[in-house]
C-alpha cells in the first residue's frame, strides 16, 4: 500500500526529472527559535524542474534533509495558490521573489537560472519577530483586525440583490482592497516596516461600502492606534509597500486612510460607554 508520504514524495521526484532538472545554490536563514542568532546556511539543490513551485523547490530540500536525519528549512505555507497569505519569505532581496504580482507559492523555478545562488530569508521587521528559520509571526495583523476588521450591524439573512445598492466604483474599490491577503510583504519591503498599506486595504474594504459607515471613523482611529501600538513605523511616501505587494494593492488606499484618520481625529464622538448594556 502506498502511503500519502510515498505519494507526495513520488509527486516531488516526477516534477524533477520530467523537464530538464538544473542546479542551484540555496543560501538560507537557520534559526533555531526566536531566542537564539540566526544564520545563513549553504545548501546545493539538484534536479530543480523549471516546472516546480518555490516551495515545491524548498519540499525537495526539505525531503533531503529529513532523509538524512537534519532538521527540515521550517516556512509557512497553507494554500499554495496565491490567496492566504501565509507563504511569506524575503527571495534575493525581495519579498515574495523577483516576479511582480506574485507569492511564493506562485513562483516558478523557470524564473531563475542554472547555477544561481538564491538567498533566502524571514520577514524582517520589529512587528513580525522570527519564530524558527523562514517562520514569522504575524499576529500583530490579526490584533489590528480584531480592532475594528469587521461590522457591528446585524445583517439579517443574505437580502434580495439589489436591495442596497452600491455605486460600481464604491463596489470595485471595495473588491479591489478586499483582495489584500494579509501576507505583510509591505512591512517586509518597507524602510520603516510600516504597515499602512495592509490597514488601509482593510479599511478601505469595508469603508466604501453602506454597512461599513456606522463603525468608519472609529475603525479608522482604532486600527491605526493598533497598528502604531504594535511597532509598525510610519510611512514616509517610499511606496515600497505597493511594489511588493503580491495583489497591486494601490497606495491611493493610505491616502483614503489618512484622510479617514484625520476626519475621525477631528470630528469623531467619544465611543459610547457600554456599560449594563446601555
Ligand atoms: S497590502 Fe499587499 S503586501 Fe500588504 S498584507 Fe495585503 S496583500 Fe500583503
Ligand atoms: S501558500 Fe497561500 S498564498 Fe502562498
Request: charge should be positive; hydrophobic fraction near 35%; charged fraction near 25%.
Given at each position: 500500500?502506498?502511503?500519502?508520504?510515498?505519494?507526495?514524495?513520488?509527486?516531488?521526484?516526477?516534477?524533477?526529472?520530467?523537464?530538464?532538472?538544473?542546479?542551484?545554490?540555496?543560501?538560507?536563514?537557520?534559526?533555531?527559535?526566536?531566542?537564539?542568532?540566526?544564520?545563513?546556511?549553504?545548501?546545493?539543490?539538484?534536479?530543480?524542474?523549471?516546472?516546480?513551485?518555490?516551495?515545491?523547490?524548498?519540499?525537495?530540500?526539505?525531503?533531503?534533509?529529513?532523509?538524512?536525519?537534519?532538521?527540515?528549512?521550517?516556512?509557512?505555507?497553507?494554500?499554495?495558490?496565491?490567496?492566504?497569505?501565509?507563504?511569506?519569505?524575503?527571495?534575493?532581496?525581495?519579498?515574495?521573489?523577483?516576479?511582480?504580482?506574485?507569492?511564493?507559492?506562485?513562483?516558478?523555478?523557470?524564473?531563475?537560472?542554472?547555477?544561481?545562488?538564491?538567498?533566502?530569508?524571514?520577514?524582517?521587521?520589529?512587528?513580525?519577530?522570527?519564530?524558527?528559520?523562514?517562520?514569522?509571526?504575524?499576529?500583530?495583523?490579526?490584533?489590528?483586525?480584531?480592532?475594528?476588521?469587521?461590522?457591528?450591524?446585524?445583517?439579517?439573512?443574505?437580502?434580495?440583490?439589489?436591495?442596497?445598492?452600491?455605486?460600481?466604483?464604491?463596489?470595485?474599490?471595495?473588491?479591489?482592497?478586499?483582495?489584500?491577503?494579509g501576507c505583510g510583504a509591505c512591512v517586509a519591503a518597507c524602510p520603516?516596516?510600516?504597515?499602512?498599506?495592509?490597514?488601509?486595504?482593510?479599511?478601505?474594504?469595508?469603508?466604501?461600502?453602506?454597512?461599513?459607515?456606522?463603525?468608519?471613523?472609529?475603525?479608522?482611529?482604532?486600527?491605526?492606534?493598533?497598528?502604531?501600538?504594535?511597532?509598525?513605523?510610519?510611512?514616509?511616501?517610499?511606496?515600497?509597500?505597493?511594489?511588493?505587494?503580491?495583489?497591486?494593492?494601490?497606495?491611493?488606499?493610505?491616502?483614503?486612510?489618512?484622510?479617514?484618520?484625520?476626519?475621525?481625529?477631528?470630528?469623531?464622538?467619544?465611543?459610547?460607554?457600554?456599560?449594563?448594556?446601555?
Amino acid at each position: 500500500m502506498t502511503t500519502e508520504k510515498q505519494t507526495f514524495d513520488n509527486k516531488l521526484h516526477s516534477r524533477q526529472t520530467t523537464s530538464g532538472g538544473f542546479g542551484l545554490k540555496l543560501k538560507v536563514w537557520r534559526q533555531r527559535n526566536s531566542k537564539q542568532k540566526g544564520n545563513f546556511v549553504e545548501y546545493n539543490v539538484d534536479d530543480v524542474s523549471p516546472d516546480m513551485s518555490f516551495l515545491e523547490m524548498l519540499d525537495v530540500l526539505n525531503q533531503r534533509l529529513i532523509r538524512k536525519g537534519e532538521d527540515p528549512v521550517a516556512f509557512e505555507h497553507d494554500c499554495r495558490e496565491g490567496i492566504c497569505g501565509s507563504c511569506s519569505m524575503v527571495i534575493n532581496g525581495s519579498a515574495h521573489g523577483p516576479q511582480k504580482a506574485t507569492t511564493t507559492c506562485q513562483l516558478h523555478m523557470r524564473k531563475f537560472r542554472d547555477g544561481e545562488t538564491i538567498v533566502v530569508e524571514p520577514f524582517r521587521a520589529k512587528a513580525f519577530p522570527i519564530l524558527k528559520d523562514l517562520v514569522v509571526d504575524r499576529s500583530a495583523f490579526d490584533r489590528i483586525i480584531q480592532r475594528g476588521g469587521y461590522i457591528s450591524v446585524n445583517t439579517g439573512n443574505a437580502p434580495e440583490a439589489n436591495t442596497t445598492r452600491i455605486p460600481k466604483t464604491a463596489a470595485d474599490l471595495a473588491m479591489d482592497a478586499a483582495q489584500c491577503i494579509g501576507c505583510g510583504a509591505c512591512v517586509a519591503a518597507c524602510p520603516n516596516s510600516a504597515a499602512n498599506l495592509f490597514v488601509s486595504a482593510k479599511l478601505t474594504h469595508l469603508g466604501m461600502l453602506p454597512q461599513g459607515q456606522p463603525e468608519r471613523a472609529q475603525r479608522a482611529l482604532d486600527m491605526v492606534k493598533q497598528a502604531q501600538a504594535e511597532g509598525f513605523g510610519g510611512c514616509t511616501n517610499v511606496g515600497a509597500c505597493a511594489s511588493a505587494c503580491p495583489k497591486e494593492i494601490p497606495l491611493e488606499n493610505i491616502a483614503r486612510m489618512n484622510r479617514d484618520f484625520l476626519k475621525a481625529s477631528l470630528f469623531a464622538r467619544p465611543k459610547r460607554q457600554e456599560v449594563g448594556g446601555v
